[in-house]
């Protein structure tokens, strides 16, 4: 990435992007469009944590057009957990 003929055409860190919220870059690297079975396209989707639980957080996704559940999805974090029970 260091040495990409193109990367001059990026814009330096630092300049101030109030106007749009950084909302174009606040992207989950995870599941970001799933199908809606009431829109019946991909749609992009909103993550809403459901449970804490032991050995994961359970997440629910949601059309952002209309709020139909489109899937669910535990993160494990069983790790983290394990080292702290000892
Ligand atoms: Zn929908």
Request: hydrophobic letters at 30%.
């Amino acid at each position: 990435m260091k040495n990409n003929p193109f990367s001059f055409a990026r814009p330096p860190a630092g300049i101030p992007q109030d106007a749009g919220q950084g909302r174009e870059h606040f992207r989950e690297l995870d599941a970001t469009e799933l199908y809606c079975p009431n829109c019946g396209f991909a749609v992009p989707v909103n993550k809403f944590l459901l449970l804490v639980l032991p050995d994961g957080d359970r997440y629910e996704y949601r059309c952002k057009y209309c709020g139909t559940k489109v899937g669910d999805k535990v993160d494990r974090s069983g790790q983290f957990y394990g080292i702290l029970k000892g």
